[in-house]
C-alpha cells in the first residue's frame, strides 16, 4: 500500500499537478487495478468509498490527470473513452471481437521512419495500437462484449 502512496507522490511532484484527495483516489483506483476504465467505471468504483466524490469531479479529475501525461485515454472501441494509468511507456492491442484492450511491452520504431513519417510536424507523443482478435478469440472462446483487460 505505501509503495502505491510513494509512487503517486512521485508522479504528482515530477509532473507538477496539485495531488488533491479526489486526483489521488482516481488515480489509485486505476493503477492498483490495471485495467483500461470507462470514467462512468471509475467514478463507481471510486464512489464506493468516497460517497462524496461526485460524478463532476471525477471527470474533473480525469482532465487534469490526462493534461499532466498522468493518465492516457485510450480508443477504444465503443463510445466511451478509457483511461489507462500505466505510468511506464507502452502501446496497446484492441480484440476487434471481444473489445478486450491489452498492454504490449514498448517497442521503438526506427528515426528514420518517425521521421518520415512525421513531415515537419512537431510529433509530441507516439502511440502504437494493434488491432486483431486476442489470444482468447483467435481460439473462439470467447462472444462478442466490451471486456477490457
Request: glycine share 6%; aromatic share 6%.
Amino acid at each position: 500500500m505505501s509503495d502505491v502512496r510513494t509512487l503517486l507522490r512521485e508522479a504528482f511532484t515530477r509532473t507538477g499537478l496539485r495531488q488533491t484527495p479526489q486526483r489521488h483516489d482516481v488515480l489509485a483506483w486505476l493503477v492498483r487495478h490495471k485495467r483500461h476504465a470507462t470514467a462512468e467505471e471509475i467514478f463507481d468504483a471510486v464512489n464506493r468509498t468516497n460517497r462524496r466524490l461526485s460524478r463532476a469531479t471525477v471527470y474533473n479529475a480525469l482532465h487534469a490527470l490526462v493534461e499532466s501525461g498522468l493518465v492516457r485515454p485510450v480508443a477504444g472501441e465503443g463510445a466511451a473513452a478509457r483511461f489507462d494509468a500505466t505510468l511506464e511507456r507502452h502501446h496497446h492491442f484492441i480484440c476487434d471481437r471481444c473489445g478486450a484492450i491489452e498492454d504490449l511491452a514498448w517497442f521503438g520504431l526506427p528515426a528514420r521512419a518517425m521521421e518520415a513519417a512525421a513531415g515537419g510536424r512537431a510529433v509530441r507523443q507516439v502511440e502504437i495500437t494493434l488491432h486483431g482478435n486476442c489470444e482468447r478469440c483467435a481460439r473462439g472462446k470467447t462472444k462478442q462484449s466490451n471486456a477490457t483487460v
